[in-house]
């Protein structure tokens, strides 16, 4: 299986398994291999501009809020609908599907999460041989770092597709034969889209093959891939509540394919904890769906300050990579991106910096309000004058 290490800084002390002498001798082979995914920073000391995360910086809907006001306090004493009827009946209804074509789980994560175990095998392993790249399924190497994390967990063997310079999708490699496709669209961290027509050529190229699409930020720009579940039954699109919709705290994602993808994942939920979602994120979700007039306005808005960021930080000089999400991921050619994480950090300001190849002189800053990111700018401006004094 691959073994490129995910993140440096998150590298297990390497013991060989069954070697330990404290109490992690208890655990089990895979538990000892791990790599765990690490999320962006949730500081709780010290109050920060937080453009680490690809938080919204908005509250969520005002029918969110009424519907939490109106909910019926007795019902907490009694197990949610385990099949998310009302909610999946919205988002159908939302999306022009029905709601067996529609999936819901505790945040996209673990929907993607279901989905690896649902529609990828395992390597069986046959002696130390590497499996064949055709026998993988396949991403970007520069892509959302939970992918990888997935495939380990669940023994899928894998390989990564090494973006083009520009970091673009290389549509037709990505195509080439393997066992599943996983496509963050919008990328992340790079923020670009891929068209639909490239999606639907990736289906279209073997149908017998997944196609994930994680559409995790689709909202702030990209085309969803949701048009082609009546024509493909191979494409399932993977959407959350965090990013476009301001719930990142409520942990509602879903996934939206053909009726028999859709019993997959279920089979997959009702084998591990039939009640992934609970009331109360049912019934906010459900009303964040019904107040479309917010939504409308709340993504046009962050849709605008990206723009003026952009345009602003493009000033200063940075190389800004054409984003279709809520982040903007940025390269200056004189200031290292270590040091201005550092400097923006003393400066009250979280943006996030991955220390990985080929990204390690870039940052991923979370657009915020209007107001944060030109107190962004300023900042930066203060530290260009200085690095230039
Ligand atoms: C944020 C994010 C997710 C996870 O979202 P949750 O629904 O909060 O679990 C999934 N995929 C990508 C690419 C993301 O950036």
């Known amino acids: 299986m691959n073994q490129i290490p995910i993140d440096p800084q998150n590298a297990i002390p390497v013991q060989p398994y069954g070697q330990l002498h404290d109490s992690r001798r208890l655990w089990s082979r895979r538990v000892h291999d791990l790599t765990p995914y690490i999320p962006g920073e949730q500081p709780r000391n010290r109050r920060f501009i937080k453009l680490n995360t690809n938080e919204n910086p908005y509250p969520p809907a005002p029918g969110v809020l009424t519907a939490l006001h109106q909910y019926p306090f007795e019902q907490l004493k009694l197990y949610p609908d385990p099949t998310g009827q009302v909610l999946r009946q919205t988002i159908a209804d939302y999306y022009g599907l029905i709601p067996r074509q529609v999936f819901t789980g505790n945040g996209s994560d673990e929907v993607l999460a279901f989905a690896f175990q649902a529609f990828f095998n395992a390597w069986e392993n046959q002696g130390d041989a590497r499996p064949a790249d055709r026998d993988c399924i396949v991403f970007p190497d520069i892509t959302y770092s939970f992918y990888p994390v997935y495939a380990r967990l669940y023994q899928i063997p894998y390989r990564l597709l090494p973006l083009a310079d520009d970091f673009s999708i290389p549509v037709a490699e990505l195509a080439a034969p393997s066992t599943g496709i996983v496509l963050a669209n919008p990328n992340a961290p790079t923020g670009m889209a891929l068209p639909l027509a490239a999606v639907r050529e990736l289906a279209a190229a073997d149908r017998h093959r997944l196609v994930l699409v994680d559409e995790a930020y689709v909202d702030f720009g990209a ?167």
Request: proline share 3%; with cysteine.
């Open 223 to 389: 085309e969803s891939a949701i048009s082609l579940i009546p024509e493909f039954d191979n494409i399932l699109v993977v959407q959350t509540c965090s990013k476009s919709r301001s719930l990142a705290g409520l942990r509602v994602g879903f996934a939206f394919g053909n009726t028999h993808l859709i019993e997959a994942l279920e089979r997959v939920r009702d084998s591990f904890n039939s009640y992934t979602l609970d009331s109360l994120a049912q019934t906010c979700a459900n009303a964040s769906f019904l107040d479309g007039a917010w939504f409308e306005a709340n993504r046009a808005r962050l849709i605008a300050t990206r723009e003026e960021t952009a345009a602003a930080l493009g000033e200063l000089g940075f190389r800004v990579l054409p984003s279709a999400a809520n982040f903007l991921f940025v390269t200056h050619p004189d200031w290292p991106a270590a040091d201005l994480y550092h400097a923006l950090r003393e400066q009250g300001i979280l943006v996030r910096h991955f220390r990985l190849p080929r990204i390690e002189q870039y940052l991923r800053i979370s657009i915020g309000t209007a107001e944060e990111m030109a107190e962004l700018i300023r900042v930066l401006t203060v530290i260009g004058t200085g690095t230039a004094g």
